[in-house]
């Protein structure tokens, strides 16, 4: 056998092994199953930890959340206030941090631009950040603001909807849908389809919030964000399996030849 030959039959037997194992799906450091059934019909199930509290410094126009925010903080519920708030991911489709994250690596989000008024939430200038970062240094507390912001753009979008639906604004449970727009990730989330639950939005936050304690600042919450999510990269990986074909079909030509 000539060394071409053995090369093609290498080139195959490797395209093989990574198509065999294409069922993960790693971007930004971040690694979930495109595959993954939640027994709701979604593909990717994150819960969160997270800080929000009102304020009256907005991030509309920024989307970024500085320190002038806290320091004008309100009483939860006063009206014209604007929600914001940061965390970080601690599951994915059922893996903890350490399960889905690259080691030392964190995921984390901010959010705002959900203004409060007086027939409920306008989310007409709301907008989510997510954010992967090879250094594991952010810290839930509303004190935090960079190490929340840094690293890549994982992914962006804004609120189809931010709603109340048990409780109080004090403490509470809410609802918001959301559109994707950007990110390293944004290829990889279905965007076209209309998943059950969605309404035609990509992602689903539910989530808690408690100001009993503090009439400013929430207690540290929790948040669950479930959407579709698809996998880009097989075409690429057939096409290269194909050359592989291609390349060991001249070679048995050319042998043939000799």
């Known amino acids: 056998m000539n060394k071409f030959t053995k090369l093609a039959i290498a080139a195959i037997v490797g395209m093989s092994s990574v198509v065999a194992n294409a069922g993960e799906i790693t971007v930004g450091g971040v690694s979930w199953d495109p595959d993954f059934d939640d027994g709701f019909s979604m593909d990717f199930g994150a819960t969160t930890s997270f800080q929000q509290w009102f304020t009256t ?32 991911f601690n599951l994915l489709n059922g893996l903890d941090n350490t399960g889905f994250l690259c080691a030392g690596c964190e995921l984390t989000f901010a959010f705002g631009g959900i203004v409060l008024g007086a027939g409920g939430f306008d989310v007409t200038d709301s907008w ?10 952010f810290v839930t507390s509303v004190g935090d603001f960079v190490d929340a912001q ?21 403490s509470g449970f809410a609802e918001g849908l959301i559109s994707v727009d950007g990110g390293l990730a944004f290829a990889n989330f279905d965007t076209d389809g209309q998943p059950i639950g969605l309404g035609g939005s990509d992602l689903k936050l539910s ?27 097989a075409p690429a990986t057939l096409a290269i399996f194909g050359l592989g074909l291609i390349g060991l079909g001249a070679s048995a030509r050319r042998r043939k030849s000799l």
């Open 57 to 88: 410094s907005s991030t509309i126009g920024t989307e970024e959340i500085v320190l002038a925010t806290a320091d004008n903080a309100v009483n939860a519920g006063t009206a014209g206030s604007e929600l914001v708030g940061v965390g970080e």
């Open 128 to 137: 989510i950040k997510i954010f992967s970062d090879s250094s594991a240094d």
């Open 150 to 170: 840094d690293g890549q753009l994982w992914l962006t979008g804004a609120f189809d909807s931010f709603n109340l639906i048990s409780g109080t604004i004090q």
């Open 207 to 233: 989530s808690s919030a408690n100001f009993l304690s503090n009439p400013k600042f929430s207690n540290v919450a929790s948040a669950d964000l479930v959407g579709n999510t698809v996998r880009v990269s």
